[in-house]
């Protein structure tokens, strides 16, 4: 039964910095291939970083250069560090992978507020 489960929102001044956490259940988070997703009020879900099995990585521009996704197989995570938030970052942030063509694994979500 595969789960993800998002942890490490909060909130925090802009300019400042949050990690959040992904941890995979039921499913071996290296061999997989991992979104983030953020969603704000009244906004359509934004793909933010991704990571893939093989350790590509990718980054919308709209967090490149301060976002980082990373990967630790023993603890069957995936993290994302965000430095300098601004407010615009404000979101429900998801994890998600899929077995198929569509990600259609999604964690619970956790909340970022950037003020």
């Known amino acids: 039964h595969v789960q993800l489960v998002e942890s490490g929102g909060g909130s925090v001044q802009a300019g400042g910095s949050l990690r959040v956490s992904c941890t995979g259940l039921g499913f071996t988070v290296g061999d997989s291939d991992i979104n983030w997703y953020r969603k704000a009020p009244g906004q359509t879900c934004e793909l933010v970083p991704s990571?893939?099995?093989?350790?590509?990585?990718s980054y919308s521009d709209s967090v490149k250069g301060r976002f980082t996704i990373s990967r630790d197989n023993a603890k069957n995570t995936v993290y994302l560090q965000m430095n300098s938030l601004r407010s615009e970052d404000t979101a429900l942030y998801y994890c998600a992978t899929r077995d198929g063509a569509a990600y259609n694994y999604w964690g619970q979500g956790t909340q970022v507020t950037v003020s």
């Open positions: 990571i893939r099995s093989d350790g590509t990585i």
